[in-house]
T-cell receptor, first 114, second 115 residues
Framework: DVKVTQSSRYLVKRTGEKVFLECVQD?????MFWYRQDPGLGLRLIYF???????EKGDIPEGYSVSREKKERFSLILESASTNQTSMYLC?????????????FGEGSWLTVV | AQKVTQAQTEISVVEKEDVTLDCVYE???????LFWYKQPPSGELVFLIR??????QNEISGRYSWNFQKSTSSFNFTITASQVVDSAVYFC???FGTGANNLFFGTGTRLTVIP
């Protein structure tokens, strides 16, 4: 079974703090993703990585950065957390970007910024 | 435009009833894939099934079955003899073409199974 593991399930951070969300996948997938999920807005892609040290912006990259130093690990960084970044964050991975490749998701990280 | 519609926002059933979750999609691509995911209250999005646009065979997996009909652009999901553990939000999704942002989700159907 594919396993995408997000290290922190529940976090509470203060406005202005730097926040790291870590994600590890165990299936040697080239592609990794960070989404956020908000009620009424569905899933929105923040960043995507198709290889180590490679990244592409998604629909809502503002206020976020990412790091992929190893193939299995993809980190999402909130440089200076703000209350409008309170959300559920989902990491995902996939073998490729064509339509037939299933995207597998992690357990989610619930972030509250106060 | 690509679009996935799940018209049922919330459904409640009593345990052991059968329930069908509807999904209607829209795409101009001839090659595409359809997916169902389950999101229980704990939050993880669990992959359930993938179906490609050229394979209209229905699929059954235990109490789950899926009915794909290209003629009506629908990919419906039926749970037979529902159980409390089936309570979750279910998402239908469409993926087409190539790229990072080529996965489109419906808005989800919240299923509550009452014991």
């Amino acid at each position: 079974d594919v396993k995408v593991t997000q290290s922190s399930r529940y976090l509470v951070k203060r406005t202005g703090e730097k926040v790291f969300l870590e994600c590890v996948q165990d299936m040697d997938h080239e592609n990794m993703f960070w989404y956020r999920q908000d009620p009424g807005l569905g899933l929105r892609l923040i960043y995507f990585s198709y290889d180590v040290k490679m990244k592409e912006k998604g629909d809502i990259p503002e206020g976020y950065s990412v790091s992929r130093e190893k193939k299995e690990r993809f980190s999402l960084i909130l440089e200076s957390a703000s209350t409008n970044q309170t959300s559920m964050y989902l990491c995902a991975s996939s073998t490729g970007t064509t339509s037939g490749n299933t995207i597998y998701f992690g357990e989610g990280s619930w972030l509250t910024v106060v | 435009a690509q679009k996935v519609t799940q018209a049922q926002t919330e459904i409640s059933v009593v345990e052991k009833e059968d329930v069908t979750l509807d999904c209607v999609y829209e795409t101009r691509d001839t090659t595409y894939y359809l997916f169902w995911y389950k999101q229980p209250p704990s939050g993880e999005l669990v992959f359930l099934i993938r179906r490609n646009s050229f394979d209209e065979q229905n699929e059954i997996s235990g109490r789950y079955s899926w009915n794909f009909q290209k003629s009506t652009s629908s990919f419906n999901f039926t749970i037979t003899a529902s159980q409390v553990v089936d309570s979750a939000v279910y998402f239908c999704a469409l993926r087409f073409g190539t790229g990072a942002n080529n996965l489109f989700f419906g808005t989800g159907t919240r299923l509550t199974v009452i014991p």
